[in-house]
């Protein structure tokens, strides 16, 4: 990811924020729960898809200036290790 001038705190905010007013009720659909989404928070443009690097890597190529913040649509977390992930309502 490209520098950005968002601190680590803000980049976390802003994709919370932006994913659930604007995209949740978009994006988790039966076919879309527990896949990757990559979502750019400079435009709002996102990608999909069960593999993280190739949601990223489809985002990068549409915006190469992205700023992006990666969700498991569904889902508390990305990843759990040592644990599992809680699936949110």
Request: overall charge negative; aromatic content about 8%; hydrophobic content about 35%.
């Amino acid at each position: 990811m490209p520098h950005s001038d968002f601190s680590s705190e803000e980049i976390a905010h802003r994709g919370k924020d932006l994913y659930q007013h604007r995209l949740r009720t978009q994006v988790e659909t039966a076919d879309n729960i527990g896949k990757i989404i990559a979502i750019d928070l400079n435009t709002g443009d996102y990608e999909i898809d069960k593999d993280l690097l190739a949601a990223y890597d489809r985002l990068k190529a549409k915006q190469p200036n992205t700023v992006t913040w990666i969700k498991r649509v569904g889902y508390d977390a990305v990843y759990a290790i040592g644990g599992t992930l809680v699936r949110t309502t």
